[in-house]
């Protein structure tokens, strides 16, 4: 017997980041909270998930290592491509990075149109709050949980 309950469509989250262990660990957390995850280590792989099946929202690192094992600014690559394909340009992204970042960094990030820039270590709360604001699902789920 349905009660009133329909089922929700779960949201995939996409996380690109080059550190396996955070990929895994915030994999774990994120379908604890009823999201579908993909992920990817490096941009082309990324790019071409994206482009298959696209996210709801992107958690991207923006310091991703390349095939050499050199650190370079990738992610803003990524943010770049994303962004010229209609298919994935609306798609909220939020920057994520452990490499010691400025202010003037940070709002640098924002003003290319990254959707907001988190610094390593974070929040979970903080982090799971910023992905339910920017997928528009904070006020629904909080009205859900009044209901039950």
């Given at each position: 017997m349905n009660r009133g309950f329909r089922k929700m469509d779960k949201k995939i989250v996409?996380?690109?980041?080059?550190?396996?262990?955070?990929?895994?660990?915030m994999s774990e957390l994120l379908v604890s909270?009823?999201?579908?995850?993909?992920?990817?280590?490096?941009?082309?792989?990324?790019?071409?998930?994206?482009k298959q099946v696209p996210p709801d929202i992107i958690l991207l690192d923006i310091k991703l290592?390349?095939?050499?094992?050199?650190?370079?600014f990738d992610g803003l690559t990524i943010f770049d491509?994303?962004?010229k394909m209609k298919k994935t340009s609306t798609i909220?992204?939020?920057?994520?990075?452990?490499?010691?970042?400025?202010?003037?960094?940070?709002?640098?990030?924002?003003l290319h149109g990254i959707d907001?820039?988190?610094a390593k270590p974070f929040s979970i709360v903080k982090l799971l709050e910023?992905?339910?604001?920017?997928?528009?699902?904070k006020n629904k789920r909080n009205a859900v949980r009044r209901d039950i």
């Open positions: 996409m996380i690109i980041d080059d550190d396996r262990e955070f990929l895994e660990e909270k009823g999201y579908k995850v993909k992920t990817a280590e490096d941009g082309d792989t990324a790019i071409e998930k994206v290592k390349d095939n050499s094992g050199l650190t370079i491509e994303l962004k909220p992204i939020i920057a994520i990075s452990g490499a010691y970042v400025k202010n003037y960094q940070s709002n640098y990030f924002l907001d820039f988190i910023n992905i339910e604001e920017k997928l528009g699902t």
